[in-house]
């Protein structure tokens, strides 16, 4: 009877240690390029890779993991980050992943762009990072962030790195970065 019992209690515990740890459910990943710039498409060398892993408790979305890297860019990256719009239009700015500006109000602090690369940078966005966009529909905090992660399921956000060269962005990727370029 006691051994019956320290295994039900240990079950039990592994069972719930994995109800309430975060569980990775998706993965994005995505290949940026000057070719997928808007309005203007950029003849870059530079190039990267993003990818995205969503992290869910209890099957909600509370994070999502990151790891952005960017390579042969022609001048100093200024910013990076994901907009809500879909492929080949712009949107405006939902999540930073870095920055050398001047930070966004309202949102914890992103961390330095590395400024040249070959650079990889990685982080953590939640909730708290989210900037609401009236005009798109984007609302902040939860609402928006759960709007967002749909967003990155049906081809409609983007990442974009821009440089001094090039402030409107000069590299770009679709996410879930189905069909895009892979040079």
Do not use: W
């Not at 040249?116 to 900037?131: E, F, H, M, S, W």
């Not at 974009?160 to 370029?181: A, C, K, M, S």
Request: glycine share 10%; proline share 6%.
């Amino acid at each position: 009877m006691k051994l019956g019992t320290k295994l039900s209690g240990v079950l039990a515990s592994v069972l719930l240690t994995f109800l309430i740890s975060p569980v990775s459910a998706e993965e994005f990943k995505t290949r940026l390029s000057g070719y997928q710039e808007t309005p203007l498409t950029i003849n870059s060398n530079g190039s990267g890779e993003f990818t995205a892993k969503i992290v869910e408790q209890k099957g909600v979305a509370v994070a999502i993991d990151y790891e952005l890297t960017y390579r042969d860019l022609s001048s100093n990256v200024q910013q990076a980050h994901i907009h809500f719009g879909r492929p080949a239009i712009s949107g405006q700015i939902i999540l930073f992943l870095c920055t050398n500006l001047t930070p966004p109000i309202g949102v914890p602090t992103p961390q330095k762009c590395p400024l040249v690369g070959p650079a990889t940078i990685t982080g953590t966005l939640t909730a708290a990072n989210v900037i609401a966009r009236p005009a798109q529909g984007i609302d902040g905090g939860t609402d928006g962030f759960a709007q967002i992660i749909e967003a990155m399921r049906v081809d409609a956000a983007y990442v974009n790195v821009h440089t001094d060269n090039f402030t409107g962005g000069e590299i770009r990727g679709t996410l879930p970065g189905q069909g895009n370029d892979d040079r």
